[in-house]
């Protein structure tokens, strides 16, 4: 085929672990295991029957791999649309018919409705003079839409996730809310200094 596609990176899929789907899989390893294994098989059927009826397009982009992915890298369809296609109903709407096995990512939800809105986050800090080469901290953000949809105060960051002063900084964001264009973007900035490394610290050397 023209694309292959790998939703969750294709392996084990959320919400199909023992306590979501409520095996006992220490008591019965052959038949837990199995459960598992045919809830992620079968989450391929439910993706596609989801397609369906749901508004959110299922739209999956062309990576390196999942981990370039989920590291917000891969965001581009490029002018011809060739690194995007829509998985489900609408695959066969993918232009760039004479490429083959072209590896498509997304991410879902663990249960109905599956489909999410994929946003790159891209952080490009200044590199004053007078700063230490990093800081480290949380960053929560609010995106406003064009259509008037909102998505309020989601952390983008780990735990103590450094920013280099000057390197651009990749984030995908995944979420059920559509707010189509960016307009505007409110930023909460926490910064996490830690007493055992010093380096976190943000001198200001005069």
């Known amino acids: 085929g023209n694309v292959d596609f790998y939703p969750n990176s294709g392996h084990d899929q959320p919400g199909c672990d023992p306590v979501s789907i409520g095996i006992e899989i220490i008591d019965d390893i052959g038949e837990g295991g199995r459960d ?9 059927v ?5 397609s369906l009826g749901e508004p959110c397009p299922y739209l999956a982009h062309e990576c390196i791999d999942y ?24 695959a066969d709407q993918y232009t760039a018919k004479t490429r083959e096995n ?6 879902t ?28 901290g949380h960053l929560t953000l609010w995106l406003y839409g064009d259509n008037g949809n909102v998505i309020e105060k989601v952390q983008i960051t ?20 559509d707010i189509s264009r960016v307009i505007r973007v409110e930023a909460h900035w926490e910064y996490d200094d830690t ?3 010093p380096g976190s610290y943000c ?4």
Request: charged share 25%; hydrophobic share 30%; with cysteine.
């Open 36 to 44: 598992l294994a045919a809830c992620s098989h079968d989450r391929s």
């Open 46 to 50: 439910e993706l596609f029957e989801d």
């Open 67 to 90: 981990d370039s992915f989920e590291q917000g890298r891969c965001a581009s369809c490029n002018e011809d649309n060739s690194a995007c296609a829509f998985m489900g109903i609408h």
């Open 102 to 107: 072209v590896r498509m990512y997304f991410d």
């Open 109 to 136: 939800d663990s249960k109905p409705p599956y489909c999410y809105y994929h946003y790159q986050i891209v952080i490009d800090t200044a590199h004053p003079k007078n700063a230490e080469d990093w800081v480290q």
């Open 158 to 177: 780990r735990d103590h996730e450094r920013f280099d002063h000057g390197q651009p900084k990749y984030f995908l964001l995944t979420s059920h809310v």
């Open 195 to 197: 007493l055992t490394n």
């Open 203 to 206: 001198w200001m050397l005069l």
